[in-house]
Protein backbone atom coordinates (compact mmCIF):
# COMPACT_ATOMS: atom_id res chain seq x y z
CA UNK A 1 0.00 0.00 0.00
CA UNK A 2 1.00 3.52 -0.81
CA UNK A 3 0.98 6.14 1.84
CA UNK A 4 -0.82 9.26 1.30
CA UNK A 5 0.46 12.60 3.08
CA UNK A 6 -0.17 11.65 6.75
CA UNK A 7 1.67 13.90 9.46
CA UNK A 8 2.41 12.82 13.34
CA UNK A 9 -0.48 13.63 15.51
CA UNK A 10 0.98 16.03 17.79
CA UNK A 11 3.92 17.62 16.25
CA UNK A 12 2.91 17.78 12.59
CA UNK A 13 6.08 16.44 11.18
CA UNK A 14 5.77 14.24 7.48
CA UNK A 15 5.69 10.40 8.68
CA UNK A 16 7.46 8.50 6.41
CA UNK A 17 7.60 4.52 7.24
CA UNK A 18 4.24 1.98 7.75
CA UNK A 19 0.87 2.78 6.69
CA UNK A 20 -0.71 2.81 9.92
CA UNK A 21 1.62 4.89 11.61
CA UNK A 22 0.44 8.24 13.48
CA UNK A 23 3.22 9.38 14.89
CA UNK A 24 7.03 10.66 14.30
CA UNK A 25 7.98 8.93 17.60
CA UNK A 26 7.38 7.39 21.15
CA UNK A 27 7.85 10.78 22.33
CA UNK A 28 5.10 12.41 20.19
CA UNK A 29 2.65 9.13 21.21
CA UNK A 30 3.55 9.92 24.86
CA UNK A 31 2.62 13.62 24.87
CA UNK A 32 -0.27 13.34 22.73
CA UNK A 33 -2.17 10.44 24.61
CA UNK A 34 -1.08 13.09 28.46
CA UNK A 35 -2.43 16.20 26.89
CA UNK A 36 -5.77 14.05 25.34
CA UNK A 37 -5.82 12.42 29.15
CA UNK A 38 -5.11 15.51 30.97
CA UNK A 39 -8.16 17.19 29.49
CA UNK A 40 -10.48 14.43 30.77
CA UNK A 41 -8.89 14.55 34.31
CA UNK A 42 -9.49 18.52 34.78
CA UNK A 43 -12.60 18.01 35.27
CA UNK A 44 -12.52 15.57 37.67
CA UNK A 45 -12.06 16.03 41.44
CA UNK A 46 -9.14 14.31 41.30
CA UNK A 47 -8.06 17.00 38.45
CA UNK A 48 -9.35 19.82 40.94
CA UNK A 49 -7.68 18.60 44.28
CA UNK A 50 -4.15 18.25 42.22
CA UNK A 51 -4.48 22.00 40.76
CA UNK A 52 -5.10 23.46 43.83
CA UNK A 53 -2.21 21.19 45.92
CA UNK A 54 0.13 22.32 42.69
CA UNK A 55 -0.94 26.39 43.77
CA UNK A 56 -0.40 25.72 47.18
CA UNK A 57 3.00 24.60 47.27
CA UNK A 58 3.91 27.03 44.82
CA UNK A 59 2.59 29.96 47.14
CA UNK A 60 4.60 28.09 50.03
CA UNK A 61 7.97 27.97 47.63
CA UNK A 62 7.42 31.96 47.11
CA UNK A 63 7.09 32.75 50.88
CA UNK A 64 9.63 30.17 51.91
CA UNK A 65 12.37 31.86 49.72
CA UNK A 66 11.16 35.75 50.40
CA UNK A 67 11.74 35.06 54.05
CA UNK A 68 8.14 34.95 55.54
CA UNK A 69 7.88 31.99 57.58
CA UNK A 70 5.00 33.07 59.45
CA UNK A 71 1.64 34.45 57.64
CA UNK A 72 -2.05 34.47 58.50
CA UNK A 73 -4.52 32.27 57.23
CA UNK A 74 -6.41 35.06 55.88
CA UNK A 75 -3.03 36.75 53.84
CA UNK A 76 -2.58 33.14 52.32
CA UNK A 77 -6.67 32.58 51.43
CA UNK A 78 -6.56 36.11 49.32
CA UNK A 79 -3.30 34.07 47.61
CA UNK A 80 -5.78 31.15 46.65
CA UNK A 81 -4.56 28.83 48.98
CA UNK A 82 -6.95 26.05 50.27
CA UNK A 83 -5.43 25.24 53.77
CA UNK A 84 -7.41 22.20 54.24
CA UNK A 85 -6.00 20.70 51.24
CA UNK A 86 -2.60 19.42 52.29
CA UNK A 87 -0.23 15.67 51.28
CA UNK A 88 -0.07 14.50 54.62
CA UNK A 89 -0.43 15.34 58.45
CA UNK A 90 1.61 13.98 61.45
CA UNK A 91 0.46 14.44 64.82
CA UNK A 92 2.72 15.35 67.15
CA UNK A 93 0.97 16.17 70.35
CA UNK A 94 -2.45 16.30 70.67
CA UNK A 95 -2.61 20.13 70.65
CA UNK A 96 -0.06 20.48 67.51
CA UNK A 97 -0.76 19.06 64.33
CA UNK A 98 2.09 19.02 61.33
CA UNK A 99 1.00 19.56 58.04
CA UNK A 100 2.56 18.61 54.63
CA UNK A 101 2.75 20.27 51.50
CA UNK A 102 4.85 18.35 49.33
CA UNK A 103 8.48 19.17 50.85
CA UNK A 104 7.09 21.89 52.63
CA UNK A 105 6.10 21.26 56.61
CA UNK A 106 3.78 23.44 58.30
CA UNK A 107 1.60 24.17 61.83
CA UNK A 108 -1.29 26.48 62.27
CA UNK A 109 -1.30 28.01 65.37
CA UNK A 110 -3.85 29.48 67.69
CA UNK A 111 -3.35 32.92 66.28
CA UNK A 112 -5.03 30.98 62.53
CA UNK A 113 -0.93 31.75 61.04
CA UNK A 114 0.46 29.41 59.19
CA UNK A 115 4.11 28.96 60.72
CA UNK A 116 6.94 27.08 58.88
CA UNK A 117 8.74 24.20 60.46
CA UNK A 118 10.84 22.79 57.70
CA UNK A 119 11.21 22.22 53.98
CA UNK A 120 12.95 18.93 52.97
Do not use: W
Not at 27 to 41: G, P, V
Not at 87 to 106: N, P, R, S, Y
Amino acid sequence: MERKNTYCLDCGIHLSGRVDKKFCSSICRTSYHNSKNKSKRIGTSYGKIAIQLRINRKILSELYKSGNHQVTLKDLRKKKFAPELFTGLHKKTAQETIFHCFDFHFKINEKEELVFIYKE
